[in-house]
């Protein structure tokens, strides 16, 4: 064999050679091994001087940030922005008012920051903009920061809202009323109006001394929507007080996801939904009047129930009627899950610690005699 016909047989195997790992450095790039975000250390936080800030992505597309203010005076924080690429999606401002003193932190949500799907990969900068105490140089503020990490499959918040109801029948909307309670203006008022409220509860059922079932939502005096040990329950007080027993058996001392859906038009439709699945409808031939007011884990004085005993958190409200699917979607996600994107949120209430509605519409709430517990 000559030198030269050595030569191309062996340029003809390292090209082979060099094609073949060409290939393989190709494939491997688009599956993503050589991609920087593949090597995003979970949850890592740079910057916010001033500021102590933790981060997570719950199920639903909520970025989760822990502050702690580590200045010697209290500061106020106004409002948090996320601005960069998040799973396609660019955030966007959620508005907030929150006093933390020296040493003490507290959770904010900021809805539509984060991948929806569960193990994604996210990154973004954050800013936090905050007034001082300081007399001197009160701001406001600007700290900015950048996150990254791999959204959660699911979230426990570190506390929820407990209440213990009267040790006898007396609404909270009386003069002489001690009960528990959570009273927020949303501006839900009119007839022809359809709503869907949800929430997860933890109620020990029947409480001794109680005259009847334990209220965990109402819109003023108009309607009220209560669980027991033994059934689900809507009591509808405008003009004609009734009320409807859907005979659904509730599992005492544990989580539950209830949710009700109205669809007000020439009459009403009430969809009770238990967990994801639906458990009843009623019929109604009177309209709806809704009010601005609502009250959670209570009810208004011309209602018939008392006032919720147990715990409650994630508490939502949507304008509009939501479909099976939409509930069964907030269902799994589990609890501390974050609302439905575009599907006509009005508050959010996560009850993590405070009030705050957290769906950037301001519709925070005033916590009367709440404990907040760990769930």
């Not at 699911?154 to 109801?165: C, H, I, L, R």
């Not at 004609?240 to 996801?257: G, I, K």
């Not at 409808?281 to 709806?288: F, I």
């Not at 884990?297 to 949507?318: K, L, M, R, T």
């Amino acid at each position: 064999m000559s030198k030269s016909q050595a030569a191309i047989e062996n340029l003809v195997v390292y090209g082979i050679a060099i094609a073949i790992i060409t290939a393989a450095v190709v494939a491997l790039y688009l599956l993503g091994v050589f991609s920087p975000s593949n090597y995003i250390s979970p949850n890592t936080v740079s910057g916010f001087t001033g500021l102590a800030v933790s981060q997570t992505c719950i199920p639903g597309g909520a970025l989760v940030v822990t502050i702690e203010n580590i200045k010697s005076y209290p500061i106020e924080i106004l409002w948090i922005n996320t601005t960069g690429l998040i799973n396609s999606n660019m955030s966007k401002n959620a508005s907030f008012s929150s006093v933390l003193q020296t040493g003490q932190s507290q959770i904010f949500f900021v809805l539509n920051s984060c991948p929806k799907a569960s193990s994604a990969r996210y990154s973004s900068s954050v800013r936090i903009n905050y007034l001082t105490g300081n007399s001197i140089n009160p701001g406001p503020f600007l700290s900015k920061g950048t996150i990254s990490g791999e959204s959660t499959s699911s979230f426990t918040p570190e506390k929820v809202a407990y209440f213990d109801g009267p040790t006898s029948y007396e609404p909270c909307g009386s003069a002489t009323s001690t009960c528990t309670y959570i009273n927020s203006t949303v501006p839900l008022s009119g007839r022809n109006l359809s709503y869907t409220m949800v929430a997860w509860i933890n109620t020990p059922g029947y409480v001794s001394g109680n005259s009847g079932d334990d209220a965990f939502f109402s819109f003023s005096s108009y309607a009220a929507f209560s669980f027991t040990s033994t059934d689900l329950n809507v009591h509808t007080c405008y003009n004609d007080p009734h009320s409807n027993s859907l005979n659904v058996v509730a599992n005492p001392n544990t989580w539950q996801f209830v949710a009700v859906a109205v669809r007000n038009s020439s009459g009403l439709l009430y969809s009770f939904y238990l967990d994801g699945n639906s458990v009843d409808t009623w019929a109604n031939n009177t309209r709806d009047l809704i009010s601005n007011y609502v009250m959670i884990g209570g009810q208004f004085q011309q209602c018939d129930s008392n006032p919720f005993v147990g715990e409650i958190s994630d508490a939502q409200i949507y304008k509009g009627y939501l479909s099976p699917s939409q509930i069964n979607s907030l269902y799994t996600e589990g609890l501390g899950g974050a609302p439905l994107q575009n599907a006509g949120l009005v508050a959010w209430w996560p009850l993590d610690g405070n009030a705050n509605d957290y769906s950037g519409n301001a519709n925070n709430g005033r916590a009367i005699n709440v404990t907040w517990v760990s769930p």
